[in-house]
């Protein structure tokens, strides 16, 4: 008998609202302040709120050493609506 497939986890968190979210995270180097480094984070995450990125933001700076300079934000829902277009003609061929 086969075995059922299992979906994806991250295939049902699109399904609840969840989209792709990436951060460039510009932070001051501990060594050099006067140099910036980038950082890039990416997770399924809800906009507008953010809080998974919130509580990584949240846990660096209590943790890291790296001042935060600025974070720029990109989200995107993967699973969207269809598109329709609607046609104005239509030719049958017999």
Same mark, same amino acid.
């Given at each position: 008998?086969?075995? $059922?497939?299992?979906?994806?986890?991250?295939?049902?968190?699109?399904?609840?609202?969840? @989209?792709?979210?990436?951060?460039?995270?510009?932070?001051?180097?501990?060594?050099?302040?006067?140099? !910036?480094?980038?950082?890039?984070?990416?997770?399924?995450?809800?906009?507008?709120?953010?809080?998974?990125?919130?509580?990584?933001?949240?846990?660096?700076?209590?943790? !890291?050493? @790296? $001042?935060?300079?600025?974070?720029?934000? @990109?989200?995107?829902?993967?699973?969207?609506?269809?598109?329709? $277009?609607?046609?104005?003609?239509?030719?049958? !061929?017999?």
């Amino acid at each position: 008998m086969a075995k $059922a497939r299992e979906v994806s986890p991250d295939f049902i968190r699109q399904l609840a609202g969840y @989209g792709l979210t990436t951060a460039e995270i510009l932070y001051h180097l501990p060594d050099h302040p006067k140099v !910036l480094q980038s950082y890039i984070w990416q997770a399924y995450d809800l906009a507008p709120l953010f809080p998974a990125l919130t509580a990584f933001l949240t846990f660096w700076r209590d943790t !890291l050493d @790296g $001042a935060l300079h600025s974070v720029r934000v @990109g989200h995107s829902g993967l699973i969207k609506p269809a598109e329709i $277009a609607l046609v104005g003609a239509e030719f049958r !061929l017999q």
